[in-house]
């Protein structure tokens, strides 16, 4: 239970369901009491909102200290996907390796069956098996950062929000009068709610990052950037370079402390290679298979096909050319509604 509307209407779902429930609020970031604001999570505010929400609910409530874990699977990565040219996505290595690994584990330890969370997604048993959906209202489906969800992990949780909409789940909340029923959704990452990654990495790492070269896809010097953390595939503010055309950030050239610009026809790539993958429908992909798959979180999936060359790398093919792939953000991969795996970036515009 954060603290939010969506982990507080999930608790009592199941509580009107008949299961015995125990609400957990992960503390997870060593400062989050300095960066309280309208739109991060974490915060001391947003635990007593959860423990007030349990407590209006009867169930116990409780809350678990996973910062050092936090710092170790999530900020770190977050912060070496950036000096290394890519752009991260915290919030699926918080799933992953918290949610549904350090959180799991405890549920595990109190004998709990089931894992619920404030998820927009949906989880479905067919003919015997366990899948992964889109949840039923596309304008909130998050199955997009629960990709990596599988096996027994995937068979011990529900997602109860995955039949509703943003506006069932808030007059739900008002009903039964929960102090967060109008609470704004948290839209930054919660370690840097501000949204000024390049400051909170020099902070993090007590280094700085030094100017370099912009220059164009043929090398030519344009100007200088500001330190390589400043910048991601497909960005155009920030760059203050006078043109005709504008420019947009194609590559990142960390060896060389260089931010490659384009006018925007060096955007576009037909391909990635993807590494550190899940499947969760099938033990292997055989041969080439059509699936959709997605480069962002607010993208529309489009269609594709994907391979799978070794255990640990896929292979996809974009029927059309895709803007701002971005090493280090996830790919996932759908068929229909049913999330088939996916993994992360590595390389763009390999066939």
Not at 10 to 15: G, I, Q, S
Not at 56 to 84: A, H, M, N, W
Not at 234 to 257: F, S, T
Not at 282 to 300: C, S
Request: hydrophobic share 35%; with cysteine.
């Amino acid at each position: 239970m954060s603290g939010g509307v969506d982990s507080s209407v999930a608790a009592y779902l199941m509580k009107e369901k008949g299961y015995e429930c125990l609400g957990v609020n992960m503390r997870l970031y060593r400062d989050a009491e300095s960066y309280c604001n309208n739109k991060s999570c974490c915060s001391v505010r947003d635990a007593d909102d959860a423990g007030r929400v349990a407590l209006s609910l009867g169930i116990p409530f409780e809350i678990k200290d996973y910062r050092e874990s936090f710092s170790e699977k999530v900020i770190d990565p977050f912060v070496q996907t950036y000096r290394e040219g890519g752009t991260p996505n915290p919030c699926i290595d918080c799933n992953r390796f918290l949610k549904f690994e350090r959180l799991y584990e405890y549920a595990l330890s109190r004998e709990c069956d089931t894992i619920v969370t404030g998820h927009y997604a949906r989880v479905v048993k067919e003919d015997g098996r366990t899948f992964l959906k889109k949840a039923v209202d596309p304008n909130k489906d998050q199955s997009y950062v629960l990709f990596r969800l599988g096996g027994e992990r995937l068979e011990r949780c529900f997602f109860p929000l995955g039949e509703l909409t943003k506006g069932e789940v808030r007059a739900i909340a008002a009903e039964q009068g929960f102090v967060n029923a109008e609470k704004s959704e948290s839209q930054d990452i919660c370690f840097v709610p501000d949204g000024d990654y390049a400051a909170f990495i020099e902070s993090y790492c007590g280094m700085h990052f030094p100017e370099g070269d912009f220059v164009d896809t043929e090398g030519k010097v344009l100007g200088k950037h500001r330190g390589i953390i400043h910048y991601t595939i497909g960005q155009r503010k920030g760059l203050n370079l006078p043109a005709e055309l504008p420019w947009y950030v194609c590559g990142i050239d960390v060896e060389n402390n260089r931010v490659v610009l384009t006018h925007g026809e060096g955007l576009f790539s037909h391909a990635l290679v993807a590494h550190d993958i899940n499947l969760c429908t099938l033990p292997r992909i055989e041969g080439e298979m059509r699936i959709k798959a997605k480069i962002r979180y607010r993208q529309t999936e489009q269609p594709a096909v994907v391979t799978q060359p070794d255990a640990d790398t896929l292979r996809v093919v974009f029927d059309e050319a895709q803007r701002a792939v971005t090493k280090g953000q996830a790919v996932v991969l759908y068929d229909g509604d049913t999330v088939v795996g996916g993994g992360t970036i590595a390389a763009v515009g390999e066939a």
